[in-house]
C-alpha cells in the first residue's frame, strides 16, 4: 500500500522493534528460568528452535517481551528471587 520510501522505513521499524521485544523476551525468559534446574536444557533448546524456526520462536520471544513490558515479570521474579534467594 505504500510504495517507495514510506514503506522502507515502516518495514526497518517493524523489523527493529520486533526484534527489540524478541531480545527482551529472551531476557525475560533467562530470568524467569534462573531457578529451574534444568535451566541450561531449556535455553538450550529455545535457541535451537531460533535456529530452526526462526519466524516463530522470534515471535513467540517478542509476545512474551509485551507481556513482560505489561506485567513486569523481569521485576517480580528479581524482587521474589531477592527475598527468598536465587537458588
Same mark, same amino acid.
Given at each position: 500500500?505504500?510504495?517507495?520510501?514510506?514503506?522502507?522505513?515502516?518495514?526497518?521499524?517493524?523489523?527493529? *522493534?520486533?526484534?527489540?521485544?524478541?531480545?527482551?523476551?529472551?531476557?525475560?525468559?533467562? +530470568?524467569?528460568?534462573?531457578?529451574?534446574?534444568?535451566?541450561?536444557? +531449556? &535455553?538450550?533448546?529455545?535457541?535451537?528452535?531460533?535456529?530452526?524456526?526462526?519466524?516463530?520462536? &522470534?515471535?513467540?520471544?517478542?509476545? *512474551?517481551? &509485551?507481556?513482560?513490558?505489561?506485567?513486569?515479570?523481569?521485576?517480580?521474579?528479581?524482587?521474589?528471587?531477592?527475598?527468598?534467594? *536465587?537458588?
Amino acid at each position: 500500500p505504500f510504495p517507495g520510501w514510506s514503506r522502507f522505513v515502516a518495514i526497518a521499524l517493524a523489523a527493529t *522493534l520486533a526484534m527489540l521485544l524478541a531480545m527482551q523476551g529472551l531476557a525475560t525468559a533467562h +530470568i524467569l528460568l534462573a531457578r529451574v534446574p534444568a535451566r541450561p536444557i +531449556i &535455553l538450550g533448546i529455545g535457541y535451537a528452535m531460533i535456529v530452526v524456526a526462526e519466524p516463530w520462536m &522470534l515471535m513467540g520471544f517478542a509476545l *512474551l517481551g &509485551l507481556v513482560e513490558m505489561a506485567l513486569s515479570l523481569r521485576a517480580r521474579a528479581l524482587a521474589s528471587s531477592a527475598k527468598g534467594g *536465587l537458588h
